[in-house]
C-alpha cells in the first residue's frame, strides 16, 4: 500500500536531479539526452499514477518519432493521461522540428536535384492519411520562394485548380513551379492518374510560361522524381 501511494503525484522535481531532463539540457545539452527524455523535458510533469519518464517511455513505445506528427490531442488524453496544454505543448514541438528541417533545407541557394526536394517536404508528408497535393514556387536561379497546398484528398485533374496554381506562382514571382504529393500507402510510384495530373498541369503552365519542373511522389521514406523517370 505503501509502495503504490508513493507513487502517486509524482512530479519531475521528485526524481534525482541527475535523472530531470531539464537539469540535463542545462548541464549537457540537448544532444546529450534520448528522445524519451526530451519528450519527457517537454511534457515536465507526470500524472497521478506515472512519472513523466514512464508517460515518455510509453508514448515511444507505441508511436515512432515519425508518427508523432500524426498523433491527435484526443489520442494523447486518452490513452497516456496527458492534459490538454500537455498535449498541444508536444504536438506543437513536434510541428515545429518538422518546419525546422523544412526551412532548413529551403535556405539552400538552388533547388538542384529531387532529392533537395523530398529533403523539403518528406519530413511533414510521410505518413499522412490523405493525399495532399503541394506546390514549391522557385524563381528563374532556381531559390524557393515560397510553397502552397494545392488539393487535399484524391489527386485527380478536377481537384486541382490550375488557374490557383499559376495565379498564386505569378504573385510570387516564380519562374516555375515544382509538384509534390504523398502517397498514405507508402509506395512512392507514380498512378496513371497522377501522370495525367501532372501533364495537364505541365501544359497549362507551358502556355502562360510558366515550367513545371518536376513531381515527386512521397512515400515511406523513398520518394519518386516523375521527370527523372520521363513520365511528362
Known amino acids: 500500500m505503501s509502495m503504490q501511494k508513493s507513487r502517486t503525484h509524482v512530479k519531475l522535481k521528485e526524481l534525482p536531479e541527475e535523472e530531470r531532463p531539464r537539469e540535463r539540457i542545462m548541464r549537457l545539452g540537448p544532444d546529450a539526452l534520448s528522445n524519451q527524455e526530451l519528450i519527457a523535458a517537454i511534457l515536465g510533469t507526470g500524472n497521478k499514477k506515472e512519472t513523466v519518464i514512464d508517460i515518455a517511455r510509453r508514448v515511444l513505445s507505441k508511436h515512432s518519432l515519425e508518427d508523432l506528427s500524426q498523433v491527435t490531442v484526443t489520442e494523447l488524453k486518452g490513452t497516456f493521461g496527458i492534459n490538454n496544454a500537455k498535449a498541444c505543448q508536444l504536438i506543437a514541438a513536434v ?118 519542373l518536376d513531381h515527386i511522389v512521397i512515400g515511406s521514406n523513398r520518394y519518386a522524381s516523375m521527370k527523372e523517370a520521363g513520365l511528362f
Open 95 to 212: 510541428e515545429l522540428g518538422k518546419r525546422t528541417v523544412a526551412h532548413t533545407v529551403k535556405r539552400k541557394k538552388t533547388i538542384e536535384t529531387a532529392a533537395d526536394v523530398a529533403k523539403i517536404f518528406m519530413p511533414g508528408m510521410k505518413g499522412l492519411k490523405k493525399e495532399v497535393l503541394k506546390c514549391l514556387y522557385v524563381d528563374s536561379k532556381l531559390h524557393p520562394l515560397n510553397e502552397d497546398t494545392v488539393s487535399i484528398g484524391g489527386l485527380n485533374t478536377n481537384s486541382i485548380d490550375a488557374c490557383n496554381v499559376f495565379r498564386t506562382a505569378i504573385s510570387e514571382g516564380a519562374s516555375a513551379i515544382i509538384l509534390v504529393h504523398n502517397h498514405p500507402s507508402g509506395d512512392p510510384e507514380p498512378s496513371r492518374r497522377d501522370i495525367e495530373a501532372t501533364k495537364s498541369l505541365a501544359k497549362a503552365g507551358k502556355l502562360i510560361g510558366i515550367a513545371v
